[in-house]
């Protein structure tokens, strides 16, 4: 009996797992002086606001908002309050 439910669960559990839906992810490095040639990629994921604005060669852009933050980490800043991004690892000890 025990071996009969075993094999069931595991058949409903490997039923679940395949008929799931995976995510698909959008893999690779994307160099900061590159995204202008992403341009069309970027929109179509939901960007809002110029690429030149992320960065560009002759004035400043998000890129340059980029600090040291703790003991090593990065962040970046998106308000001009001080809010900034990073790593949860980084703000909490």
């Known amino acids: 009996m025990l071996k009969s439910t075993t094999k069931v669960l595991f058949s409903l559990a490997a039923a679940l797992l395949l008929s799931t839906p995976s995510g698909h992810a959008k893999e690779g490095m994307w160099i900061p002086a590159k995204l202008k040639n992403q341009d ?51 703000g909490y000890g």
């Open 40 to 90: 069309s990629v970027l929109v179509k994921e939901g960007l809002k606001i110029p690429v030149s604005d992320l960065y560009s060669d002759s004035i400043p852009g998000l890129n340059n908002a980029v600090v040291l933050f703790g003991a090593g980490c990065t962040a970046s800043f998106i308000s001009g309050q001080g809010l900034l991004l990073t790593n949860h690892h980084c």
